[in-house]
């Protein structure tokens, strides 16, 4: 099964995706199941995880609701308040939806770096433990060392991280290439967690090419391991960067040299046994 960990359906007019410029003709429009399928079908994909992209119980009930009715979208992960307590009774129902999988705080939108390690979240990190969920971490290389810590306080929590952690390539630093592969050699050697190879092309500039990435995917696969990397699209957002085929191809370049079986755990058999597909 090949399966694309990480891809989004959205409304606007729900009024909850409060990061989504609304002069953006790219972003600010529906993304449905019937406008991926096609794309899906031509890359080969068999199914997806369906990630939040709104900070609101509401949004998780909503795509759960599409994946209800959608067979190809095989989980999702979605969100709570973790500043809040009482939403743990959200998070103990939505547990006992067979399609739903774990949650994703956003973390990159928060202003302060060490929220992930505020006394007042811990409920929420020993909830995804108790219940046998699993924690999309999503931030930036400025939150490497937090997330570290919080991997080593919660060894058991089953983690991905989402999109490389955002290496900024459009910087085009050694030095911010150096400080990102040791922050995430130091996550891949001290934790358990997987990690989605996602939206690279966004983080990258418009002229991004596949040589503009490779630094940053080799660094992913020698140091995580083809059992520890998933394919992701982020799409729609890496349209902002390119199409779905245009990601797709260019994840397969980055793999060309794998061999067929490690090529099969990055786009399908990783994501299935993390998810528990």
Known sequence: MKIDSHQHFWHPMRGDY??????????????????LWP???????DGTILVQAAPSVHETEYMLGIADATPWVKGVVGWIDFENPADLAHLERLAKHPKFKGVRPMIQDIPDDNW????????????????????????????????????????????????CMKPQIR???????????????????ESS???????????????????????????????????????GSDWPVCRLRGEYADWHTAARTLTAHMTDIDR????????????SI
């Not at 794309?39 to 994909?45: E, M, N, T, Y």
């Not at 910087?171 to 050697?189: F, P, Y």
């Open 18 to 35: 409060g990061w989504m410029p609304k002069d953006n003709a790219t972003l600010s429009r529906p993304y449905v199941p019937a406008d």
């Open 39 to 45: 794309q899906l079908q031509a890359a080969g994909i």
């Open 193 to 231: 967690a997987c990690v989605k190879f996602s939206a690279l092309i966004t983080e990258a500039d418009a002229s991004w090419t596949v040589d503009h990435l490779r630094p940053y995917t080799d660094h992913i696969f020698a140091t995580f391991g083809p059992e520890r990397v998933m394919w």
């Open 116 to 163: 992930m390690l505020r006394p007042d979240v811990q409920w929420a990190f020993r909830a995804i433990c108790d219940l046998g969920l699993r924690f999309d971490a999503l931030g930036f290389p400025r939150h490497l060392s937090q997330f570290r810590t919080l991997f080593k306080t919660y060894p058991g929590m089953q983690v991905v991280i989402d999109h």
């Open 264 to 275: 099969a755990l990055v786009f399908g058999g990783t994501a299935a046994a993390f998810y």
């Open 171 to 189: 910087e085009h630093s050694a030095a911010h290439l150096a400080l990102w592969s040791e922050g995430m050699s130091r996550l891949a050697d």
